[in-house]
């Protein structure tokens, strides 16, 4: 990810191999522990870009309380990347979302990010908005953040380290804090795996929280690969679970 003197953020040298990735997508609340949809996440790529999506549907069960179709499109260089657009087509209960960022680079080291949003409820359309975005330095998205976690220099951090970084959507900028809790061996449906375990915490410019913690665990291994991933949910938590 390139800073206005044209060196690297300092993190790991990692070239990636397409890939397409399945997860289960498990929900706990109590004693229910059930499988309530599934994502993949697969990456591509041209000469110059990575191509990243993820899309993620509820199971039919699920559907009866809160449907789920959500898509999420990325484009990122393949030199280190630097994240150039993202889209997220979301279609969840009766809504329908639709954000992208476009990504400028012209005014480095500030990254632009100019965003659009549209949302409609039951059909009707509710908000239609475009605003402009600035990070006085990178920048990533909900997509390519799963990518930039990839890259990062785990092996040479200690325990309790934390990366920040600004994040993008298409309503506003948080501040994406990185917390690296070290090598763990992290449960995979009855399996083990050694693992690099980091919670992912969102805050507002002023250090206020909005929205829930998520962990991730990632291979460690050359391959980086994201095992599981867990999140909050207003009621019960979700799990995503390399399959």
Not at 72 to 95: C, Q, V, W
Not at 165 to 170: A, K, L, P, V
Not at 182 to 199: E, N, P
Request: aromatic share 10%.
């Amino acid at each position: 990810m390139l800073l206005s003197s044209g060196t690297a953020l300092a993190l790991t040298d990692i070239k990636l191999q397409p890939e397409s990735l399945q997860y289960k997508v498990m929900y706990k609340w109590g004693i229910i522990h059930k499988k309530a949809g599934t994502a993949t996440l697969t990456l591509g790529h041209t000469r110059d870009e990575y191509v990243a999506q993820l899309s993620a549907s509820s199971e039919p069960w699920a559907d009866r309380f809160f449907r789920v179709r959500d898509t999420l499109n990325g484009r990122m260089t393949r030199a280190d990347f630097t994240p150039l657009y993202y889209e997220k087509i979301a279609h969840e209960g009766s809504e329908f979302k639709h954000d992208r960022v476009i990504y400028d680079y012209t005014a480095l080291p500030t990254v632009g990010a100019d965003c659009y949003r549209k949302v409609y409820k039951k059909g009707q359309l509710k908000v239609d908005e475009q605003r402009r975005l600035e990070s006085e330095g990178p920048a990533v998205d909900m997509l390519t953040s799963f990518y930039f976690m990839r890259t990062l220099p785990f092996e040479s951090w200690a325990a309790g380290h934390v990366e920040k970084i600004d994040i993008f959507s298409g309503k506003r900028k948080e501040l994406l804090s990185i917390v690296y809790s070290g090598v763990v061996d992290v449960d995979l449906d009855g399996t083990t795996a050694r693992a690099y375990h980091i919670t992912f915490q969102f805050t507002s410019g002023g250090g206020k929280k909005t929205s829930d913690d998520m962990e991730a665990w990632i291979s460690a291994d050359n391959s980086r690969i994201p095992l599981r991933l867990e999140g909050k949910l207003p009621v019960g938590k979700v799990h995503c679970i390399l399959t």
